[in-house]
């Protein structure tokens, strides 16, 4: 178990400081406030947002997951509900800082942690 939560830590502060340090162009919703996705998800016009995270894990899955797929186990709702939890703690973020943190959540689970979401339900 603590080999399990140094592993967390471990790829946590990798990826925020990867993330802090390299500036990089957003494109398309990925660019859109967490707090337009909470409206949006309580409107029902989601699916573009929807459509970009799952396109940022697809190009995560082609370009740097050594497996098949970093979401396995995990339906497109399941990712939705997860950005949900995200996106109320952090409505000022973009969705693809929420994203990135989801990445973050399926690695862990990945070794041998559970898909929690620290953020909400």
């Not at 740097?64 to 939890?85: C, F, L, P, R």
């Not at 973020?93 to 990135?100: E, H, L, N, P, Y």
Request: proline share 2%; net charge negative.
């Amino acid at each position: 178990m603590k080999r399990l939560l140094f592993c967390i830590a471990l790829v946590s502060l990798v990826m925020r400081a990867d993330a802090a340090t390299k500036a990089f162009m957003v494109h398309g919703e990925g660019a859109v406030s967490c707090g337009a996705w909470a409206a949006d998800r309580r409107e029902g016009h989601w699916y573009p947002e929807s459509a970009w995270i799952l396109g940022y894990l697809t190009a995560y899955n082609r370009y740097v997951w050594k497996k098949t797929d970093i979401a396995e186990g995990t339906d497109s709702d399941g990712i939705a509900a997860w950005m949900d939890g995200y996106c109320v703690a952090h409505p000022l973020d973009t969705i693809a800082d929420g994203a990135q943190q989801l990445i973050v959540a399926l690695i862990a689970r990945s070794l041998g942690g559970r898909l929690q979401n620290e953020y909400g339900p």
